[in-house]
Every structure is written in structure tokens, then in C-alpha cells.
């Protein structure tokens, strides 16, 4: 029986392969053109590597993984903790994230497409044993990966396997909701679902800290990710169209603060506080 990550393995590789010979095609054999295509390729080759790892151990989980329209990264949950540090988002960039969530002990935190619960685990550390914090991936390898690292760690985070667009907590149940590196991953319906979902669990006056893909700040940046502007699911990010998705789904009030790398982008977004003689 094939598993889910079966056919992303092969039909990535094939789409990258493609988009290379265009670029190689289109540029020539200059050095420019050489860049880009080889940028290209690098990814799928550590799907693949990623991906033929898993299946090789006993490690592929068996929890039931839920129906999500976005992508999902299981197949790098071997190598997620390797290779993120490595394109830029490792121990300072956790830390940019939740200085700009400003936790405080006590808090509710739900840390959304957690991954394997880098940032989940340190958000936990910030809330301390009076608060909670829950991390939530649509992958069920990730959050296997996640549980392994909070028990090695013996870190008070928790974690479930739940997608963004339904999301299985009560209303108003959390005083801040963290998104790191994960929006880009869903079409643009799933977007707007998921955010709905977000407004819906977040606590009146509570806030929802997005880290992800947004206008590129360089030319440099244009040149490397014009191809996904061809992609729904990262188009609308790379549009810079984040504050637009917020709004619609509820929040009345978005708040840019900043960049990292030049490429992604930090949001704050707050829901609306009760009018006087409504319930909080």
C-alpha cells in the first residue's frame, strides 16, 4: 500500500527537473541561468534521500493523518531539525518569533503547523508550569518526531495531529496562536479557513503571531522565486496579500513587524475586544 509521501517523492522531482531545463533553456548555459536550476534540484534530492530514509525504518507513525488541502511535510521529519537551521531559521530566528509574541507565564499558546515542536518547546519554556502550550501538525511524522524530542527534553508541551481548517479546540481558548513557516503551504482557501479557525480559537484581546513568506525585499530574491509566483499556495505570500487574508478572516488589526532574510515576513494580528457588557 502506497503511503501519502509516495507520490509527492516523485512528482516534486519531476516538476523541479522541468522547471530547470526552462530556466537552462531560457537563460542559456550562463552562470545565472546554472544557479537557479541548480537551486532547483537541491530540493527534491532531499525529498527523495528524506523520504527513502523514513521508509526504511520503523519509524513511519501509524496515527490517522486528517484531511488537509494544504501540504504537509512528513516526509522531512528525519531531517527537518538538520536542514532548517541551515536555511537560515534556526536558534535566532525562533528567538525573533517569540519576541515578537512577547509570551508571558500563564499564557494559552497554540503553536500551529508546529513541525517537529522547535518552537512549541521553547514557547512552553516561556509560558512556564502555570501556562500550556499545544502544537498541532496535519503530518502525523512530525508530531511523532515532536513527542520524541519533548520526552528526551522532558519539555510540558504537548502535541496533536490536527489540521489548521479544523482545528479541535473550543472557542476563545488561547491567548496567543503561533504560525511559523507554514502558511505558505496551503491554497488559498485553506488559508482563509485556517484563519477563521485561528480567530475562532483565540481569546478576545488575544493576539496570533505569523511568521512566513512575503514580498522579497532584493532583486536577488525575485530571481530565485519568481517560479512560485505559478503556484497558488505560495503566490498570494510571495503578492504580499498576508494582511489581506488576516482581515478577511476577522482580525481588525494586523500589524507588520519586520522582515527576516529579506523574505519572510513577521505579522501581529489581533481579534476584536468585547464591546463593554459583552462576555470576554
Request: charged share 15%.
Amino acid at each position: 500500500m502506497k503511503r501519502p509521501l509516495d507520490n509527492w517523492m516523485w512528482i516534486c522531482p519531476a516538476l523541479a527537473v522541468t522547471l530547470a531545463a526552462v530556466v537552462l533553456w531560457r537563460w542559456g548555459p550562463g552562470w545565472p541561468g546554472a544557479v537557479v536550476a541548480a537551486l532547483l534540484l537541491v530540493c527534491p534530492l532531499i525529498l527523495v534521500w528524506a523520504a527513502l530514509r523514513l521508509r526504511g525504518t520503523d519509524a513511519y507513525p501509524t496515527e490517522t493523518a486528517p484531511h488537509t488541502h494544504g501540504v504537509t511535510l512528513g516526509w522531512a521529519a528525519p531531517i527537518y531539525d538538520w536542514y532548517c537551521p541551515r536555511l537560515g531559521l534556526g536558534p535566532a530566528f525562533r528567538r525573533e518569533t517569540l519576541r515578537h509574541a512577547a509570551l508571558r507565564a500563564g499564557e494559552q499558546v497554540l503553536d500551529v503547523g508546529c513541525g517537529t515542536g522547535v518552537l512549541t518547546r521553547l514557547a512552553a519554556d516561556a509560558v512556564g508550569p502555570g501556562g500550556s502550550v499545544t502544537g498541532i501538525d496535519a503530518a502525523p511524522a512530525m508530531i511523532a518526531a515532536a513527542r520524541r524530542a519533548a520526552a528526551a527534553e522532558a519539555s510540558r508541551a504537548r502535541f496533536e495531529v490536527a489540521a489548521i481548517e479544523a482545528l479541535p479546540f473550543a472557542d476563545a481558548s488561547f491567548d496567543a496562536v503561533l504560525s511559523s513557516a507554514m502558511l505558505h503551504h496551503l491554497p488559498p482557501a485553506t488559508k482563509l479557513a485556517g484563519l477563521r479557525e485561528v480567530h475562532r480559537v483565540l481569546k478576545p484581546g488575544g493576539r496570533l503571531v505569523i511568521v512566513d513568506l512575503d514580498r522579497p525585499a532584493t532583486p536577488l530574491w525575485w530571481l530565485l522565486l519568481w517560479p512560485m509566483l505559478a503556484m497558488p499556495m505560495t503566490a498570494a505570500n510571495l503578492r504580499g496579500e498576508i494582511p489581506a487574508f488576516l482581515q478577511r478572516s476577522g482580525f481588525d488589526t494586523v500589524e507588520k513587524r519586520g522582515h527576516w532574510m529579506g523574505l519572510l515576513g513577521f505579522w501581529v494580528a489581533c481579534p476584536a475586544s468585547p464591546r463593554p457588557g459583552e462576555p470576554s
